[in-house]
């Protein structure tokens, strides 16, 4: 089972606790999907089924999607895509598809709101957060977290929000 080291969350967060508005992100940060990208690339990515519909696959990963209707199925990947797309019945399960195939470094876990929850409780280490400035309208909160147990292991000042890296 990958351990609580491995496991990383990674989220765009604005100041009300915002991550997410009507199925998608109540902002457009392009340096942040880079930055993303770039801290996920040839990691395997955990996520809930919602999110993996709001995104889609993502070239370059394994992706580890837990949902519980048990009629619902990861799509085939797209043609030329060489990465694996996984369903998990639960968050547990997710780890447990990433043990089995042998991942040895960072697991991101990359929404939603659950699963971030699910992650922290599990004991989750590591937070990059991309700290959105303003209080935009949403419907998706990512979890509060006792900052007093944490530290800020970095900050990088990027276009329109700064990333903050979380440990414990």
């Known amino acids: 089972m990958p351990t609580a080291d491995q496991l990383v969350l990674i989220a765009a967060v604005a100041e009300n606790g915002v991550i997410g508005a009507?199925?998608?992100m109540p902002w457009h940060l392009?340096?942040?999907l880079r930055h993303f990208k770039a801290a996920t690339s040839g990691h395997p990515v955990l996520m809930g089924r919602k999110t993996f519909e709001s995104v889609g696959a993502l070239p370059g990963r394994d992706i580890i999607v837990v949902s519980r209707?048990?009629?619902w199925a990861v799509p085939p990947p797209p043609a030329?895509?060489?990465k694996r797309t996984?369903?998990?019945r639960s968050f547990e399960n997710a780890v447990t598809i990433a043990t089995v195939n042998g991942y040895d470094g960072p697991v991101f876990v990359a929404g939603g709101a659950q699963m971030y929850r699910l992650a922290l409780d599990a004991g989750a280490r590591r937070q990059i957060l991309s700290e959105v400035p303003g209080v935009p309208d949403g419907d998706t909160f990512y979890?509060?977290?006792d900052r007093t147990a944490w530290?800020?292991?970095a900050r990088?000042?990027?276009v329109g929000f700064e990333v903050v890296t979380w440990v414990r």
């Open 156 to 158: 990088e000042q990027r």
């Open 30 to 32: 392009p340096d942040d």
């Open 80 to 82: 030329g895509q060489r």
């Open 22 to 24: 009507d199925g998608g």
């Open 151 to 153: 530290s800020v292991e």
């Open 69 to 71: 209707d048990r009629t």
């Open 86 to 88: 996984f369903t998990a």
């Open 143 to 145: 979890p509060s977290f």
